[in-house]
């Protein structure tokens, strides 16, 4: 075989092989294209409702202070920590564990005078403000599992030594128990508020195509901040603290196929 001949079998060969590719390709082409012609686009219907769940709190969280002022800042520290000892110690003795007691805040800061500074005969004087003493803030969070005490001890801190109660909040120790709950009703309302549109609509429903979910607490707090002389406590009597209920809310959104 000359070389001519050899060449044009070549030529040959190499266009068999890009017809034959050129086919096989068209081939797929129009197998994809089949497949998504067949294919009808998905209709949905999304649908959203709300379940809520009012469960009677079993925690109640209390924020105290602990405040002292004075010249010396080591003896404001010492006299602070001295109350701090004894409000912690009677907490102890009303039998709330060492794991529910939490230090949350320890503020030592100095208190400036301005007064002192007269500007009236050079305004340009730069006066430089004092210290007239110190301030002490510890604070404390206190879980009280026992709800029933919760009027005696807010009553008896301040005569323990706490002389700020900022907040006391009724709340769910474990949230997912009745979150479930209200999770439940939730689809449960979707689920029937979808199956009345579908019918209305002349339509079935299919697959969910789609779920989402947000929720909600809403806790009790009937204590707001204010210092202890403005309550009047300290007599050791118990204060008139009221439990209530705390509402778990949780929104579901529902996406359905329909036929």
Known sequence: MNKENAKDSALRALSLFLLVASLAGLVWGWSVYKKTADIAPTTTMTVSAEGKVTVKPDLAIINFSVVTQGNDPKNVQKINDGKMGAVVQYLKDSNIEEKDIKTTSYNLSPQYDYSWCNLSSDSRIYCPPKISGYILTQ???????????????????????????????????????????????????????????????????????????GSSYTPYSPYATKSVDAYGLGSGEASPIQVGSNDITVNVSITYQIK
């Open 139 to 213: 604070g404390v969070e206190v879980k009280l599992r026992d709800l029933s005490k919760s009027g005696e001890i807010i009553g008896n801190l301040p005569g323990k030594g706490a002389n700020e109660i900022s907040s006391i909040n009724f709340t769910i120790d474990d949230m997912d128990i009745p979150r479930i709950e209200a999770r439940k009703e939730a689809i449960e309302k979707a689920n029937n508020k979808a199956e009345m549109m579908a019918k209305a609509a002349g339509v079935k429903l299919g697959k969910i195509a789609n779920i989402s979910e």
